[in-house]
């Protein structure tokens, strides 16, 4: 039998994932030796379409300086309490990047609080927001902006879905920003079920209808973003709570998905499920792939 030898990708044809991990020590209860970042960065780095890499919040930059970030195409974000902490010039730098379409990020569960994704989403909804007004009105609209640093602030049950628009006097217009949060969430690692909404999507490919995260932290809907273009994922709990698990919005030129499982005291990322998402995720949001 003759042996078949593929040629080995050229370093021009792989995608370049750039892993960033706040690393909190309490991810070390699920992973082990290996931090969260490092366990989905060990797990990425056997396909051989991709080139990965790993950076924190204590990396000089931040991990995220404009050289490593020009040499991504696809940034995967983990980060929970020290959102704060991000410097906002490097956070800004990726903003830009993801809005001129140079780069694609991927925000996992506690990032919906990290400054890269809020700014997006803040983005996106100025995008709406201008697009919610007649055609004529457009030019000569003025906005004012406000909750502009949602962090670690939580909202009620009954509290208005942001972000929304009102309209002032004359052609000024408030344009109120998304908290980017949810009323309520539950950590006693009650197991989660996964619909897959969108089974043609390509972030969906190969995996079921259906399926569980076994342990996991709940999330309860409304999340105050705008309105997603596409929901591949949604979550329920027996107890009765649901929430949009995999959305996907165009903002600017680039694209965002938000994936919400991922607490740190679960092994979220250990499960084969969760890493497909990963993967099918960054082939399809890499700058140049078809969509």
Known sequence: MTALFLPALQASDRIRILVWDEQQPEQKQAYGEKFLGETIAAHLEQLPDLVVKNARLEDPD???S???LDATDVLIFWSHRRAKEQNDDRMEAVVKRVMQGRLALISLHSAHWSKPFVRLMQERAKEDAIKSLPESERGSAQWEFSNATPYYQGV?????????????DGQVYKLTLPACVFPMYRNDGAPSHVTTLLPRHPIAAGLPAQWDIPRTEM???????????????????DKGEHFRSGCVWKVGRGRVFYFRPGHETYPVFKHAETLLVLENALRWLAPGAAK
């Open 66 to 68: 404009d050289a490593t």
């Open 156 to 168: 009620g049950r009954a509290a208005r879905i942001t972000p929304f628009v009102e309209k002032l």
């Open 62 to 64: 931040q991990g995220l």
């Open 219 to 237: 999330y309860a809907e409304p999340f105050h973003v705008p309105a997603p273009d596409e929901v591949v994922f949604e979550e329920k709990w």
